[in-house]
């Protein structure tokens, strides 16, 4: 959102709150922006020329009134307003979005998957949800009600201060607010600073919870998203690029490659439309591009091999020797794997990848590598845009195996209109 953005604020009561920390002024606001209350806990003059240090805080049951110690935010709580208080001036605002923004029943599952060995993004994206769904409007809209002149922000998570600049906030400085791990939250802190840009300075030597190893996913989680026309096809013939997607459903497309570690396509695909597989549309880190290509056909004047992270290629034991140290030489890295028909071999090539670090992978195709995937049962999560269109061309889904073979459902499928387009989405459930 921006600055412009208008939301009705009504600020519906206030009362003195006296703490351990000092004595602050407790407000409750409403709008017409979420149907929601959230609060705002000031001390001192907040108007007075100069910083104002202030902290945008997100409900937390489980950490702020329980003490949860899977998480750190009680203790970034305490911390804020015992900051506050030693400053003399500042504000907490208390917004009421539990779990970035999931809600506490969602929290509890991902918890589970947690448990079970996916990370704090994972459990989100697994879960159908963003890795950080938070929005910051009505915190904006209560520093302009409160007339704060220029903000100090305490938070360790880039994406906040971002965030309220570009709601029109005048944030001078960032403070960070870091409590120490312990045992139970260590591995989520370490995926926050990896995979969200929080700015943590970590140890090496993180605690491990005792007692407890949770069980590692074999291969990366896979999204499966491309683009198809209302008759499922993706392109008019094999070979032939053709556009389908509208300027809301690219940048969606280009938001999903940033949120993942690496992204996979068939050589076919980069034979016909010589993509590049950044992040271009929105802000965000690039993915590693990974190229499934048995025959080592790709050109030395790919435009891949021109990317900040040179592509890996994932190809079998019998690929030419010369092919490799030619793109090689380029600047690839070649994965040699198991083959079967002359096929790389997908389990194997996940696997790989898992050793390499990459526990999140976007699968964009084509079609050989979208039957492929979805026949492995490889497919934890899909993403389809669906344009309004006929084409009459070559299909993204066609024989996955023999007849009577199961096919896929989506478990609570969401749907989005983007522009002219329809994202379906969700996560695959394949049945016995």
């Not at 240090?53 to 899977?70: K, M």
């Not at 491309?226 to 940048?251: F, K, V």
Request: include cysteine; charged fraction near 20%.
């Amino acid at each position: 959102m921006n600055s412009d953005t208008t939301v009705n604020l009504q600020q519906m009561a206030c009362a003195r709150i006296p703490t351990r920390y000092g004595e602050f002024q407790l407000c409750l606001y409403r709008s017409d922006w979420d149907a929601k209350d959230h609060l705002a806990l000031t001390l001192g003059d907040v108007t007075a020329p100069g910083e104002v240090l202030v902290r945008v805080h997100s409900e937390c049951f489980t950490g702020d009134v329980l003490g949860s110690r899977r998480c750190d935010c009680g203790e970034q709580l305490e911390q804020a307003l015992q900051r506050i208080a030693a400053t003399g001036r500042g504000v907490l605002i208390y917004l009421r979005q539990e779990g970035r923004g999931i809600g506490l029943l969602d929290k509890l599952r991902a918890y589970n998957l947690q448990d079970a060995g996916y990370d704090t993004v994972d459990a989100n994206l697994m879960l159908g949800h963003q890795p950080d769904s938070r929005d910051y409007t009505v915190a904006a809209h209560i520093l302009r009600f409160l007339q704060v002149p220029q903000v100090r922000l305490l938070t360790n998570n880039p994406a906040k201060l971002e965030g309220l600049r570009q709601l029109g906030i005048d944030v001078v400085a960032r403070d960070p607010l870091q409590v120490p791990p312990n045992a139970e939250n260590a591995g989520y802190l370490a995926a926050k600073a990896r995979r969200m840009r929080h700015l943590l300075t970590l140890a090496d030597d993180l605690p491990a919870a005792p007692g407890r190893v949770a069980p590692q996913p074999a291969h990366p989680y896979v999204t499966l998203s491309y683009a198809q026309s209302l008759d499922g096809a993706i392109s008019l013939r094999r070979g032939q690029p053709t556009a389908l997607s509208g300027p809301q459903a690219l940048a969606m497309t280009h938001q999903l490659r940033a949120e993942h570690d690496a992204i996979l396509v068939g050589i076919g695909t980069v034979l016909a439309d010589d993509p590049r597989l950044t992040v271009r549309l929105v802000s965000g880190p690039d993915p590693q591009p990974v190229v499934v290509d048995s025959q080592l056909r790709l050109p030395p004047t790919a435009r891949l091999l021109q990317n900040p992270r040179p592509p890996w290629i994932a190809t079998t034991a019998a690929a030419d020797p010369g092919r490799e140290a030619t793109l090689t030489a380029a600047g690839a890295r070649i994965l040699r794997l198991p083959g079967t028909a002359g096929q790389v071999n997908l389990p194997a090539l996940l696997h790989r990848l898992h050793e390499l670090g990459i526990s999140r992978l976007m699968v964009e195709g084509g079609a050989t590598i979208i039957n492929n995937f979805l026949a492995a049962r490889l497919v934890d999560h899909l993403v389809v845009t669906v344009t309004p269109a006929l084409l009459g061309g070559l299909p993204a889904v066609h024989n996955l195996g023999p007849a009577g073979t199961a096919l896929p459902r989506l478990h609570q499928p969401h749907y989005q209109q983007l522009g002219r387009d329809l994202i379906v989405s969700g996560d695959v459930v394949w049945e016995a």
